[in-house]
T-cell receptor, first 114, second 114 residues
């Protein structure tokens, strides 16, 4: 069994400020972890993923996330927010098998203030 | 360019109508998925397929049906639409080897049943 918790539904930051979106997971098997972004009226786009190896993963648009097994966390960060980062962000977990399904969190809406 | 397509993007129909939501991909992927997405909620898997003539129900019970006659095509059908079917429907696909852990999403169909 697996689940994802994304606390809070909305985060607001100023342009240029640090972005931190939290994700905690539970999984009975070694997890694969994902962050997806969804812009208005669009589908989900993969930002980054952790499967094995280095626990700090870098993705597109300057985002990165760190897998911390002891904390069962996979928080998403970006040093300096840009107006174009305003979107909804989903964390997801799956197992490592080829037929394992994705389980998503409820998503967090990021707003960026000028 | 390899991509995943969904039509229509928006659909408003009356109760009792039969509808088919189209999903096609040119990614060369064997696995395809349908998710239902409601505001502020997780994406829920309603159907998936591992290849031609393979269809399975997902974690969320749905009155819709799917078919997989061609690798690139995975349509979803509602025989008699009801207001409770109002939602956004997202189609996704993934490979069976290589980048098998990553699902790629289409832009979605927003369905409103009056």
């Amino acid at each position: 069994a697996q689940s994802v918790t994304q606390l809070g539904s909305h985060v607001s930051v100023s342009e240029g400020a640090l972005v931190l979106l939290r994700c905690n997971y539970s999984s009975s098997v070694p997890p694969y972890l994902f962050w997806y972004v969804q812009y208005p009226n669009q589908g989900l786009q993969l930002l980054l993923k952790y499967t094995t190896g280095a626990t700090l993963v870098k993705g597109i648009n300057g985002f990165e996330a760190e897998f911390k097994k002891s904390e069962t966390s996979f928080h998403l960060t970006k040093p300096s927010a840009h107006m174009s980062d305003a979107a909804e962000y989903f964390c997801a977990v799956s197992g490592s098998g080829a037929n394992c399904k994705l389980t998503f969190g409820k998503g967090i809406t990021l707003s960026v203030r000028p | 360019e390899a991509d995943i397509y969904q039509t229509p993007r928006y659909l408003v129909i009356g109760t009792g109508k039969k509808i088919t939501l189209e999903c096609s991909q040119t990614m060369g992927h064997d696995k395809m998925y349908w998710y239902q997405q409601d505001p502020g909620m997780e994406l829920h898997l309603i159907h998936y397929s591992y290849g031609v003539n393979s269809t399975e129900k997902g974690d969320l019970s749905s009155e819709s049906t799917v078919s997989r006659i061609r690798t690139e095509h995975f349509p979803l059908t509602l025989e008699s639409a009801r207001p409770s079917h109002t939602s956004q429907y997202l189609c996704a696909s993934s490979a069976i080897r290589g980048d098998a852990d990553t699902q790629y999403f289409g832009p979605g169909t927003r369905l409103t049943v009056l």
